[in-house]
């Protein structure tokens, strides 16, 4: 199954051959900005874990991971990691690293149930990054303190990259909103998440918003989120509004990681407190593991941004239903 939006009159603002070279030079300002805003040091990422580590990312708890056997070791499967959002905090530890400094890493992914659409692709690619931190900076002052500084990279980026390509539009305007899902529910009662968010990015251009994975008073969530890395008191999303596709474009998903009380919390109400046996959750138990913020940054929806694309099948090669290669192609939409 898949949905497509084709934008009437829709023509890219640069060739094929000015795409890939934009793309390029996206990724390597704003991986390197990052990473001197945040101090964050580049670290090499596993593609595939053990499914019994703990590590990989549950994210709603309904998909399956893409998996296989490995010849040499009987018996054995691995699975192909989801996200690093376990991963990088188990690493933090392992590199020794202080707080105020974190690592990095390019995270591929294949998510074999995503609904291909505009924005959605059965392959992930994003920055995850972790920052180690103290104690007494697990607050809702702290996270949006890093969150505006994630996005100031984000207008550099900008910036930088009109610079580069003068026929690019500035799209992102230079303040930032937080709302929190419930004060978002409250001011639109009558439409779905997504009509929310896409509604509040309208209004005001670039947002975040705030405790996403919990229940809202109506007793609904505004969006699933695995129970033990997330705070979901201390999360977010950070969205934009994109004209092209007349919607909200989501870039990033961070959050303060859960402590022992948030954990054991989290996996009682998401009801599968066992998991608290797995070695990732005994370690975060045990107080063996960093406290620790982090996420991950759409490298391809980034990338669609900047250059202001119709689908994310123009900055990234994936595979598509033969229907919407013909409707893209009739539409004027290239895919790689």
């Known amino acids: 199954m898949y949905k497509l939006t084709i934008p009437e009159g829709y ?5 094929l051959r000015e795409t890939e070279i934009a793309i390029k030079e996206l990724k390597d300002f704003f991986e390197m900005t990052l990473a001197a805003a945040l101090r964050l040091m580049r670290v090499s990422a596993p593609l595939f874990v053990f499914p019994e580590s703990g590590l990989n990312d549950n994210l709603s708890g309904v998909e399956r991971p893409v998996a296989f056997d490995i010849k040499y070791q009987e018996g054995r499967v691995v699975e192909v990691v989801h996200s690093l959002a376990k991963w990088k905090r188990h690493a933090l530890a392992r590199y020794g690293i202080s707080p105020g400094s974190g690592l990095y890493a390019d995270m591929n992914a294949i998510r074999r149930d995503e609904m291909t659409d505009n924005i959605h692709s059965l392959y992930v690619d994003q920055w995850d990054w972790e920052l180690s931190i103290q104690p007494e900076q697990r607050t809702k002052e702290f996270l ?17 990259i009109v610079s580069r390509h003068p026929t690019l539009d500035r799209l992102l305007r230079e303040d930032l909103v937080f709302i929190t899902t419930q004060e978002l529910f409250d001011e639109y ?12 990015c309208r209004e005001f251009g670039s947002v975040f918003l705030t405790q996403i994975g919990g229940k809202l008073a ?3 969530r505004h969006d699933g ?15 934009f509004d994109y004209p092209p596709l007349g919607r909200a474009l989501e870039l990033s998903s961070m959050g303060i990681r859960v402590d022992q009380q948030a954990l054991l919390r989290q996996l009682d109400e998401a009801g599968c407190p066992e998991r608290a046996q797995l070695p990732f959750q005994r370690e ?29 099948g123009e900055v990234q090669a994936s595979v598509w239903p033969e229907e919407m290669i013909a409707l893209c192609e009739a539409g004027g939409i290239t895919l790689l």
Not at 11 to 15: G, T
Not at 144 to 160: D, G, H, P
Not at 189 to 200: A, C, G, H, W
Request: some cysteine; aromatic content about 8%.
């Open 284 to 312: 975060l138990l045990e107080g063996k593991l960093p406290l620790s913020i982090g996420g991950g940054i759409g490298q391809s929806r980034l990338c669609m941004l900047y250059l202001q694309k119709a689908h994310i």
């Open 144 to 160: 949006e303190s890093i969150v505006r500084r994630i996005y100031a990279v984000f207008l550099q980026t900008q910036e930088y």
């Open 189 to 200: 009662p009558n439409l779905t998440s997504s009509e929310r968010e896409s509604q509040i």
């Open 218 to 220: 109506s007793g609904e």
């Open 11 to 15: 023509a890219s603002k640069l060739s």
């Open 225 to 239: 989120r695995a129970p033990d890395y997330d705070d979901w008191s201390l999360n977010g999303d950070l969205l």
